[in-house]
């Protein structure tokens, strides 16, 4: 059995991911799938978040190595499906230990060096994002600023600030970690050279907060396989989970029927 690893983005847990993980255990034919955190997020919240991508690698890839039972210690490499920051962090693993992962689905991630900063982070985006660093804890008001930045579909749009509020306090990231983990993102810079394993890049034609056009030069730098969400913001899963996985299902069995005709061929 295949598993798959999800990371979120910044500040943000594995309780944010909504309905994304049953739709895709669906999508991918009963996967497993791990839900990690990144240090200083969610069951994570105590732990001092690392100023460096790559420091958050070794954190999520020693949780992953451990969760995984000693019988399946030889199943074979990770796939991974991560978002934002996850995206940088799913990156560098792959890039620095290649036989580790299958393949990956980024949603909605920028790096250096394909992408200028104020394709990273957009400058009409910084206004709403000091508000919300000014009003960290106050939950409301941070969370209400987060989703006006992140989210496009508000159709239930108390109910994920009720939700959200809850996981905020249940399990407070700091502000530090906040920043350390925005340093870590600003810094982070990708190897040139494609990953090894199959990669999917998903965005969002209305992101706010990241340009989609740093999905697209990641694809046309890498060749990657390549979908954008029509009206969609920058929390991708919580606009769209069904399309996520909609998305995944496709391209997989869309990998299967060409592994299959290169057996036949």
């Known amino acids: 059995m295949s598993t798959w690893i999800l990371l979120r983005g910044l500040t943000r847990e594995t309780r944010h991911w909504g309905r994304l993980p049953e739709l895709l255990?669906?999508?991918?034919?009963?996967?497993?799938?791990?839900?990690l955190d990144l240090p200083g997020n969610g069951a994570l919240a105590h732990v001092r978040a690392p100023a460096t991508v790559?420091?958050?690698?070794?954190?999520?890839?020693?949780?992953?190595?451990?969760e995984r039972a000693p019988h399946e210690?030889?199943?074979?490499?990770?796939?991974?499906?991560?978002?934002s920051l996850g995206g940088m962090v799913a990156t560098a693993w792959a890039q620095r230990y290649p036989d580790?992962?299958?393949?990956?689905?980024?949603?909605?991630?920028?790096?250096?060096?394909?992408?200028?900063?104020?394709?990273?982070?957009?400058?009409?985006?910084?206004?709403?994002?000091?508000?919300?660093?000014?009003?960290?804890?106050?939950?409301?008001?941070?969370?209400r600023g987060i989703h006006r930045l992140t989210c496009n579909d508000v159709g239930a749009h108390e109910a994920d600030l009720d939700a959200w509020c809850m996981?905020?306090?249940s399990a407070p990231v700091?502000?530090?970690?906040?920043?350390?983990?925005?340093?870590?993102?600003?810094?982070f810079r990708a190897a040139a050279a494609k990953p090894a394993?199959?990669?999917?890049?998903?965005s969002s034609r209305e992101d706010r907060l990241v340009n989609p056009a740093c999905s697209a030069k990641l694809a046309a730098a890498w060749g990657a396989a390549h979908r954008v969400h029509p009206w969609a913001g920058h929390d991708l899963p919580h606009d769209d989970s069904a399309w996520v996985a909609q998305q995944v299902g496709g391209w997989l069995a869309l990998a299967a029927r060409a592994s299959a005709a290169a057996g036949i061929t």
């Open 197 to 202: 394993c199959p990669l999917l890049l998903l």
């Open 54 to 66: 790559a420091a958050m690698v070794e954190s999520v890839r020693i949780a992953a190595l451990q």
């Open 25 to 35: 255990r669906e999508a991918t034919g009963g996967a497993r799938l791990m839900l």
């Open 73 to 83: 210690a030889t199943s074979g490499p990770f796939n991974i499906l991560a978002m």
């Open 100 to 143: 580790e992962i299958a393949r990956m689905v980024l949603i909605n991630t920028s790096m250096r060096p394909f992408s200028r900063a104020h394709e990273r982070l957009r400058p009409g985006a910084w206004p709403e994002l000091i508000q919300v660093a000014s009003h960290w804890h106050d939950a409301s008001r941070a969370e």
């Open 174 to 187: 700091s502000l530090a970690n906040a920043w350390r983990q925005l340093w870590a993102a600003a810094r």
């Open 167 to 169: 996981i905020r306090r």
